[in-house]
């Protein structure tokens, strides 16, 4: 049973950074892309970043480019997701997700190439 664990959410001020954390259980995890989603209330699931199985290939959404940071782990089964400069607009509950597709060729960026989930930390930033 696949089993993904997120850590790390909570309350900070506007420029400020966190960095959560993702564990992963019940699969090989060195040869599945992860990748990060959140969900803001009142409004839809939104993809942040991803990290593909092979070293190297990584994508972001517009909003956080240049802010956020996707890195894995695969000795530790740990994905996780530096967040700097926030912003009281990237207040949300943040997901972890594995690939439902083992050793993807590309980098998935869409919820529907996502077939595991965590079940979310919250990342509230005060302005």
């Known amino acids: 049973q696949v089993q993904l664990v997120e850590s790390g959410g909570g309350l900070v001020q506007a420029g400020g950074s966190l960095r959560l954390s993702c564990a992963a259980s019940?699969?090989?995890?060195?040869?599945?892309?992860m990748g990060w989603f959140r969900q803001a209330p009142g409004k839809e699931r939104e993809f942040v970043a991803s990290?593909?199985?092979?070293?190297?290939?990584?994508y972001y959404a517009d909003s956080v480019k240049g802010r956020f940071t996707i890195s894995r782990d695969n000795a530790r089964n740990t994905v996780y997701l530096q967040m700097n400069s926030l912003k009281p607009e990237d207040t949300a509950v943040y997901y972890c997700a594995a690939d439902r597709q083992r050793r993807r060729t590309v980098v998935p960026s869409t919820g529907t190439q996502f077939g595991y989930w965590g079940q979310g930390t919250q990342v509230t930033v005060s302005s």
């Open positions: 019940g699969l090989p995890f060195s040869s599945y892309s």
């Open positions: 990290i593909g199985w092979s070293e190297g290939g990584t």
